[in-house]
């Protein structure tokens, strides 16, 4: 019989777009794979293209609400009761405590991944308090916790929210390298330096420093253009209106995209990203503008500085700094053609090196002994 494996998330937004190469590898290995997480408009190609077996549970992604989480944890109590799975990968916060204990009943191998530490772990709050505890209950349960950089191994283990016998290093959800491909597109027009954001728009993700930033540059006498690509989070405390990101958009250099599909396109219409992120696990931004051959300016921040070297393939400022992120972004304005094809070689071989996908795809099948 084959093994059963769950890969469960809090979208199937984020299982599509960051596990799509675990799910094919997975299924060419003879696995049955199961996905849970809630409908949205990504379950449908998690079906279709990727012939998985999917099942629906609610999540409540962003409240603290006792009595969802634990009709969530019921609900996962459920699913496993009946799919009784070989294995369980739990990706998310909620997924990686409640899908942990939940599974627990039943056996399976369970590996969690924490993608980042996020909002929760930046503020000092009651929530942060509560979610730590949760993570210290809950992880004893699981066999294998993957990280992404060793700030955050360091914290999850000094805090003792994990053991240290059972967490590993892994490098994000990688980057196909192949899809992300600069071509002739990181051949930059040196009349307009165009500027790309991508991510969610969150205050965590450090938009308000990057507006404050483009303004002082345009004070300057700089030319360039900044793209904003994301959508809006209205649930996320860290989150803007649209009304808020539409009056940045007042002044022709800036121009919010929102939420992008072609992201290779988008970015091959770019000269460099900026993230001026107050935290990351390993941005995927990062990650697919290097394999683009795109330098970038990020912040000198656990899971930004493990991907950027300043100097080397970008550039890096401080956290909500907006002078010191529109003195970086001014080096990149000011590079000349050699110094930018520097930066470009590098950051697309620093990719290749250590963040192509199939090196986060071996190490899973390894752990899973497949």
Known sequence: MNKKIVLSSNTSWYIYNFRSSTISALTKKGVAVHCVSPRDDYTSRLINELGVKWHEVDIDNKGSNPFRDIKFFIDMVVIYYRLRPDVVLNFTIKNNIYGTLAAKLFGPMIVNNVSGLGTVFIKKSITTKIVK??????????????CQNSDDLYLLTQQRLVSPFKIKLLPGSGVNVTRFNPGDCNIRDRGVIKFIFVGRMLRDKGVVELIKAAHYLDSQGYKFTLKLCGGVDPKNLSGFSKEEIESWCSIPMIEW???????????????????PSYREGLPRTLLEAGAMGLPS???????????????????????????????????????SNEEYMFLSKNARERVIERFDENIVVDKTLEVLGL
């Open 297 to 335: 300016v990020t912040t000198d921040v656990p899971g930004c500085r493990h991907v950027i070297e300043d100097g080397f393939n970008g550039f890096l400022c401080k956290e909500k700094d907006h002078i010191s992120l529109a003195n970086s972004m001014r080096r990149v304005l000011e590079l």
């Open 257 to 275: 995209l929102g939420s992008c599909e072609n992201m290779p396109e988008i970015y091959g219409e770019a000269d460099c990203v900026v993230l």
């Open 133 to 146: 505890l949760l993570y210290k209950l809950s992880q004893p349960f699981a066999d294998v916790v993957f």
